[in-house]
């Protein structure tokens, strides 16, 4: 789903685009989350930055939320600042499947780590 996002982007944009949004604003407690807010979010932006570096006046915006500001999993943090997405989802998995307090973490942790990265 990633790729069509991108290359239909790319498609439509006749080889430039001056603005690209990427909002993280999944919010289910589940491992999907961290593939979509924090996976999804960065590889579209990367992905699109050689169209962007074709604008006059180009401009990235990415989205986060206040989960940013709630309790997150450092393991599940340091694995997508890795870009070790398998690995972030084995953890993420492994948080849903202890329940409703330990599955939000996928949620909060993919929102505070796609601000981090963007700190970068």
């Keep these: 789903m990633r ?6 982007t790319k498609l ?8 690209v949004i990427a909002s993280a604003g999944m919010a289910a407690p589940e491992a999907l989350t961290i593939a979509a807010n924090y996976f999804g979010a960065v590889q579209f932006v990367e992905r699109l930055q050689p169209l962007l ?5 180009p401009r990235g915006v990415v989205v986060s939320w206040m989960a940013i500001l709630q309790e997150n999993s450092t393991e599940l943090v340091d694995a997508m600042l890795a ?3 398998l ?8 948080l849903q499947a202890q329940g409703p307090a330990a599955e939000y973490l996928n949620y909060a ?3 505070g780590s796609i601000s981090r990265r963007l700190r970068r």
């Design 3 to 8: 790729e069509s996002a991108i290359d239909l």
């Design 53 to 57: 570096a074709e604008s006059a006046d």
């Design 83 to 85: 870009g070790d997405e």
């Design 109 to 111: 942790s993919s929102e």
């Design 12 to 19: 439509q944009c006749h080889g430039k685009v001056d603005v």
């Design 87 to 94: 690995e972030a989802l084995r953890t993420g998995d492994k």
